[in-house]
């Protein structure tokens, strides 16, 4: 299986912050690769797909980049409603992976 | 709109069996492969198991595999997990999702979840 690995695993942010998360996979997935972001109690929400590609309803703020083994996701301003937990996953093969999430949390 | 509910969860017995199911709605379900997706408590995301738009094509993790059958009903829009020889490890939220796209992709949708508690 395709091992993700994100880092870092959590830090924290303020608000207006431009935030970085990255997301290595074990091997090539070429831009078959997304972002997720979930909060407390509610199921996760895709936020990117296709390694840039930004999924209707999202806001501008976000945007990701890279391919093949590196990936990263950015958000250019931190909002208050951005503190969450974010995933990565490449869906290039089955077993679908996950990387092992990154948790924004207030500075 | 897109909407996935699962249900079927519950507290089961470690040996025990469980049939979870994900009533969709919203789309052309018969278009779409769709996967389950679990989530153990205060833990990350685990794919589980996935079945293409006919049915005829699975997947699963390692984890599940011999133990989890998936299998789709698309006349009556509905997933569902057969989970049997449950271990404590399987205790999770367990999502459904939907594929972006038909052939390949990424969880657009996802419905709220159903909670298995595998305990004695």
């Known amino acids: 299986a395709i091992r993700m690995t994100q880092s870092p695993s959590s830090f924290s942010a303020s608000t207006g912050d431009r935030v970085t998360i990255t997301c290595r996979a074990s091997?090539?997935?070429?831009?078959?690769f997304a972002w997720y972001q979930q909060k407390p109690g509610k199921a996760p929400k895709l936020l990117i797909y296709a390694a840039s590609s930004l999924q209707s309803g999202v806001p501008s703020r976000f945007s990701g980049s890279g391919s093949g083994t590196n990936f990263t996701l950015t958000i250019s301003c931190l909002q208050s409603e951005d503190f969450a937990t974010y995933y990565c996953?490449?869906?290039?093969?089955?077993?679908?992976?996950f990387g092992q999430g990154t948790k924004v949390e207030i500075k | 709109e897109v909407q996935l509910l699962e249900s079927g969860g519950g507290l089961v017995q470690p040996g025990g069996s469980l049939r979870l199911s994900c009533t969709a709605s919203g789309f052309t379900f018969s278009s779409y492969a769709m996967s389950w997706v679990r989530q153990a408590p205060g833990k990350g995301l685990e794919w589980v198991s996935a079945a293409r738009d006919s049915g005829s094509t699975t997947y699963y993790g390692d984890s599940v595999k011999g133990r989890f059958i998936i299998s789709r009903d698309n006349s009556e829009n509905t997933l569902y997990l057969q989970m049997n020889s449950l271990r404590a490890e399987d205790t999770a939220l367990y999502y459904c999702?939907?594929?972006?796209?038909?052939?390949?992709?990424?969880?657009?949708?996802w419905g709220q979840g159903t909670l298995v508690t595998v305990s004695s």
């Open positions: 091997q090539d997935v070429s831009s078959y």
């Open positions: 996953q490449q869906y290039y093969t089955y077993p679908r992976t």
């Open positions: 999702a939907k594929d972006r796209s038909g052939s390949s992709g990424p969880f657009d949708f």
